[in-house]
C-alpha cells in the first residue's frame, strides 16, 4: 500500500525533508499575517528585530490538512507536540471530517512531542519506513518506540523572542543577557519545554551542551543526530564537529530553520536532537 507523509511547518530544512508534503503555520508580526511556506528567513528575521511587540503564531486551520490528504487515500502525519501548539489538535478536528467525505481512506496523526529539529527527524524516520514498504501497524510502532526515546535540546543567541512571546518576563530576559547566561532547555519527555542548566558564558554552554549528550543513554552507533541552526551554519559545523570528536553517531545532519523554528529560537538559534 502507498503511503502519503504530511508535515506542519516546524519541520526543518535539508536535502532529505525537501520532498515532504507542508501544512503552514501563519506567524502574525505586526499585524501583518506570513505563512511559513517558501519563506526568506533573512527577512523573517529582520521583522522579528524590528518589532517590539508579541511575535505570534497561529496554526493550521483542520482544512489546510484536508487539502493535503484528499490528493492521496493513505496518509501519515507528524506534528509539532501538541504541549506546544494546537497542531496536533487541528489535525486531528480534520480526520474525522477527512473520514466522513472518504471513508475508505486511512489517516493517522503522531504528536511528535518536540518540535524543530526532533520533529524533523521523526518525519524522516516516517518517510524511511514508508520507502523500506512496512505496513501501517508496523510504521506506528516504530515511530511510536522511536518517539519515546528521541531527545531535544537547544540553546539561544538571545532570551528576546522569548519575552516576546510570553514565554520568560522581560526582566529575566534582561538580567540573563547583562549576567550573561545562557539557558541550556529542552523537552521533558512529554512535549513540554524545561530549563535544563543554566551556563554562565557561550562558549561554556555549548561545551556543557556537547557533555551533556553522555548522561542519556544512546546507542551511538544506531542514532542520527541532527542539528537546526536560524542562520549560524558555522557555528552549526563547529558544534557537529565537536559532537563527532566524542561520540560515534550513525550520523549528523544539519538542518536549516524553517519559519517556525526561527520564530522561537531566533537568530543563532540552535538546535539538537537525537
Request: proline share 2%; hydrophobic share 40%.
Given at each position: 500500500?502507498?503511503?502519503?507523509?504530511?508535515?506542519?511547518?516546524?519541520?526543518?530544512?535539508?536535502?532529505?525533508?525537501?520532498?515532504?508534503?507542508?501544512?503552514?503555520?501563519?506567524?502574525?508580526i505586526?499585524?501583518?499575517?506570513?505563512?511559513?511556506?517558501?519563506?526568506n528567513?533573512?527577512?523573517?528575521?529582520?521583522?522579528?528585530?524590528?518589532?517590539?511587540?508579541?511575535?505570534?503564531?497561529?496554526?493550521?486551520?483542520?482544512?489546510?490538512?484536508?487539502?493535503?490528504?484528499?490528493?492521496?487515500?493513505?496518509?501519515?502525519?507528524?506534528?509539532?507536540?501538541?504541549?506546544?501548539?494546537?497542531?496536533?489538535?487541528?489535525?486531528?478536528?480534520?480526520?474525522?471530517?477527512?473520514k466522513?467525505?472518504?471513508?475508505?481512506?486511512?489517516?493517522?496523526?503522531?504528536?511528535?512531542?518536540?518540535?524543530a529539529t526532533?520533529?524533523?527527524?521523526?518525519?524522516?524516520?516516517?518517510?524511511?519506513?514508508?520507502?523500506?514498504?512496512?505496513?501501517?501497524?508496523?510504521?506506528?510502532?516504530?515511530?511510536?518506540?522511536?518517539?519515546?526515546?528521541?531527545?531535544?535540546?537547544?540553546?539561544?543567541?538571545?532570551?528576546?523572542?522569548?519575552?516576546?512571546?510570553g514565554?520568560?518576563?522581560?526582566?529575566?530576559a534582561?538580567?540573563?543577557?547583562m549576567?550573561?547566561?545562557?539557558?541550556?532547555?529542552?523537552?521533558?519527555?512529554?512535549?513540554?519545554?524545561?530549563?535544563?542548566?543554566?551556563?554562565?558564558?557561550?562558549?561554556?554552554?555549548?561545551?556543557?551542551?556537547?557533555?551533556?549528550?553522555?548522561?542519556?543513554?544512546?546507542?551511538?552507533?544506531?542514532?542520527?543526530?541532527?542539528?537546526?541552526?536560524?542562520?549560524?551554519?558555522?557555528?552549526?559545523?563547529?558544534?557537529?564537529?565537536?559532537?563527532?570528536?566524542?561520540?560515534?553517531?550513525?550520523?549528523?545532519?544539519?538542518?536549516?530553520?524553517?519559519?517556525?523554528?526561527?520564530?522561537?529560537?531566533?537568530?543563532?538559534?540552535?538546535?539538537?536532537a537525537?
Open positions: 500500500m502507498n503511503y502519503n507523509l504530511i508535515v506542519d511547518s516546524c519541520v526543518d530544512f535539508n536535502e532529505d525533508t525537501q520532498d515532504i508534503g507542508r501544512v503552514p503555520f501563519r506567524i502574525l505586526d499585524e501583518e499575517e506570513i505563512i511559513d511556506e517558501n519563506l528567513i533573512h527577512n523573517l528575521i529582520a521583522k522579528m528585530k524590528n518589532t517590539k511587540n508579541q511575535i505570534k503564531t497561529a496554526c493550521a486551520p483542520p482544512e489546510d490538512f484536508i487539502n493535503k490528504w484528499k490528493e492521496h487515500k493513505n496518509n501519515f502525519v507528524v506534528t509539532i507536540s501538541s504541549q506546544l501548539s494546537g497542531s496536533y489538535n487541528s489535525a486531528m478536528v480534520a480526520v474525522e471530517s477527512f466522513e467525505k472518504f471513508p475508505n481512506s486511512f489517516v493517522h496523526i503522531f504528536d511528535s512531542k518536540t518540535a526532533g520533529e524533523t527527524l521523526i518525519a524522516m524516520k516516517v518517510k524511511q519506513l514508508i520507502e523500506e514498504n512496512f505496513n501501517a501497524s508496523e510504521i506506528i510502532e516504530q515511530t511510536n518506540k522511536y518517539i519515546s526515546k528521541l531527545r531535544t535540546i537547544f540553546i539561544l543567541e538571545s532570551l528576546d523572542n522569548l519575552a516576546k512571546n514565554r520568560i518576563s522581560n526582566l529575566k534582561i538580567l540573563g543577557s549576567l550573561h547566561i545562557v539557558p541550556i532547555m529542552g523537552e521533558d519527555g512529554e512535549g513540554r519545554i524545561e530549563l535544563k542548566e543554566s551556563v554562565r558564558g557561550r562558549k561554556r554552554a555549548f561545551a556543557r551542551l556537547v557533555d551533556m549528550i553522555a548522561e542519556y543513554n544512546v546507542d551511538f552507533e544506531n542514532t542520527v543526530l541532527g542539528i537546526t541552526h536560524v542562520n549560524c551554519l558555522e557555528k552549526a559545523e563547529k558544534l557537529r564537529d565537536d559532537i563527532k570528536a566524542k561520540y560515534p553517531f550513525k550520523d549528523i545532519k544539519i538542518f536549516n530553520s524553517s519559519g517556525l523554528s526561527t520564530v522561537y529560537a531566533d537568530d543563532g538559534g540552535i538546535v539538537i537525537f
